[in-house]
């Protein structure tokens, strides 16, 4: 292993901050662990440490600490569009718990107004959503991840996320404690700052009749089980839809569908999803998602942009 590779595998805490995580987070803080069942794609290597956040007060402390020890931090979602390296990921990997995982539904001016913690599924704020009314929320179901990855991907489907966001709450390590910020929202991403870590969001939704959008919701799920392999464990869609076409078709079109990497394999059911199907690794998923974009850049002269966000070391060496 080259002197590169040792050095980024490397722990960056030393004896003093794991002894300082320990007494902050209890039995909540684990080192060295890997992130792999932290992910959907099952895939990743270890946290230096990786520490459950209980609340906004411990977020905050955390924030100073990574502040006054200038340690990188990462917060993790509900994993589900991110590839984590087989080198995992030094300094402090955040996830909150379920102290974040409050969701309030109320109706407002004639609104549906749902107030959530980041770390709420989206899958239970859409439900608890569309019973109570709220239009167009179907467009946010089925996606399996955090409130605070949603927000920060702008993800949905035909709405997004960000054409419901009322309010904001982030903490950082420059500004620990919760405080509203304004964000624009684009497609698949948006301007979070780098260093925001959200903690609440309340969302504002025209009120319909709850029986049609309960409906309409079921359907589209019926259509997601149809469509795409929601029971093997990927991150959906890996590229961004270039400007007037779908990556999946220009995918499936440079003939990409059912190629493997190892374990990984372009899904025979939708050219745009990888799965791990035996025992993956990132390489393996890198070194895939690599030539996919080969091809249909040697084919169409079009350059996929990755949706999927790839995060922490990857060991370019056997
Ligand atoms: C089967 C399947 C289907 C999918 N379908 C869709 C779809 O239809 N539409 C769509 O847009 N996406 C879809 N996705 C992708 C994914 O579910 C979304 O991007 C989701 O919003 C990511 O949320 P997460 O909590 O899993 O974020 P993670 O994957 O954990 O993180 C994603 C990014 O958000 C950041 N982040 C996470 N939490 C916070 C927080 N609290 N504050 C600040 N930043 C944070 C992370 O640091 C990372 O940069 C799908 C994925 C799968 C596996």
Known sequence: MSLTTQQALRSLLNDADRSSLRRIFRERVSFDEPLAPFTSWKIGGPADALAVVEDETELASLMRFCFKRKLPWF????????????????????????????????????DV?????ASAPMAIVTARAASAGAADVGSLSGIPGSVGGSLRMNAGTDREMGDFVR???????????????TVQYFYRHSTLARDAVVA?????????????????????????KRTQPIALPNAGSCFR???GDKAARLIEAAGAKGWREGGAEVSPLHANFINNVDRASAKDVASLLARVRRAVHDRFGVDLKLEVHLVGVFIDET
């Open 75 to 110: 917060v993790l979602g509900s994993g589900s569009n991110v590839l984590v390296g087989d080198g995992g990921m030094r300094g402090i990997v955040i996830r909150l718990g379920t102290g974040f995982a409050r969701v309030d539904v109320c109706e407002r001016d004639g």
């Open 113 to 117: 107004i749902v107030e959530a913690g």
């Open 167 to 181: 309010d904001v709450w982030v903490q950082s390590p420059s500004k620990p404690d919760p405080h509203p910020v």
């Open 200 to 224: 609440r969001v309340t969302l504002g939704f025209r009120k319909a009749d709850p029986h049609g959008v309960r409906e309409e919701m079921q359907s589209r799920l019926v259509r997601r």
């Open 241 to 243: 839809n270039p400007d």
